[in-house]
């Protein structure tokens, strides 16, 4: 069985123009038999919370076996250092490289039995999400989604490489989902 537990829930802040205060991201683990994944390491500021997070499950952070990363933005990535053990993933487009990761060119990339990688760029060109067949569907969707309001009201991220693609991406998600797991934010019902 796979399990899917939320390291920390991200916030993503603005002020009146819309100039971003504060954004940390939301972190996740996936167990599944064999495996221990995280995707978006997240931020030094929400690493305390990170660490309760893996206390409370019982898991340690040094037996994480990948890390995907939904895209190279700062607030997604910080702690990247803190899984010493682990293969990371990213999609090929990414402006600024992150060394040691292995690139992936695929629309979809299977890491496992039930996690896939899939390329929802217009967030930036390598944003992608990964798709989990677990109790549920779940899309952790990274900022393919930032936050609720972007699904729910279907408007791309503010910002943006490319918005027509960007909706398009935001389609994929909401074909395949029972629950998404936003960017930044709690993790929310596709339908209610
Ligand atoms: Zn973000």
């Known amino acids: 069985m796979i399990q899917l537990d939320i390291l920390a829930v991200g916030n993503l802040e603005r002020d009146e123009e819309g100039k971003i205060l504060e954004a940390n991201s939301t972190s ?3 167990r ?3 495996r ?3 995707v978006d390491p997240s931020t030094k500021y929400m690493k305390p919370m990170v660490k309760t997070s893996f206390k409370q499950i019982g898991v340690f952070p040094k037996d994480v076996d990948t890390v995907i990363l939904t895209h190279s933005h700062r607030d997604h990535v910080e702690n990247l250092g803190f899984y010493k053990n ?3 993933y990213i999609h090929s487009g990414a402006s600024e490289e992150i060394p040691g990761a292995t690139v992936i060119d695929e629309e979809e990339f299977r890491i496992c039995e039930g ?3 899939v390329h929802t760029p217009g ?3 390598e944003e992608c999400s990964v798709f989990v067949e677990a109790d549920r569907r779940y899309v952790i969707a ?3 989604i930032p936050l609720e309001d972007n699904f729910r009201k279907n408007v791309p991220p503010a910002l943006n490489s490319d918005p027509d693609l960007a909706l398009e991406s935001i389609k994929r998600v909401r074909k395949y989902a029972d629950v998404v797991i936003p960017g930044h934010g709690f993790p929310f019902m596709a339908e209610w």
């Open 28 to 30: 996740v683990l996936i």
């Open 32 to 34: 599944t038999p064999d």
């Open 36 to 38: 221990l994944i995280v």
């Open 86 to 88: 682990a293969k990371v």
């Open 115 to 117: 996690v896939t990688m």
């Open 123 to 125: 967030h930036c060109p």
């Open 142 to 144: 990274g900022d393919t």
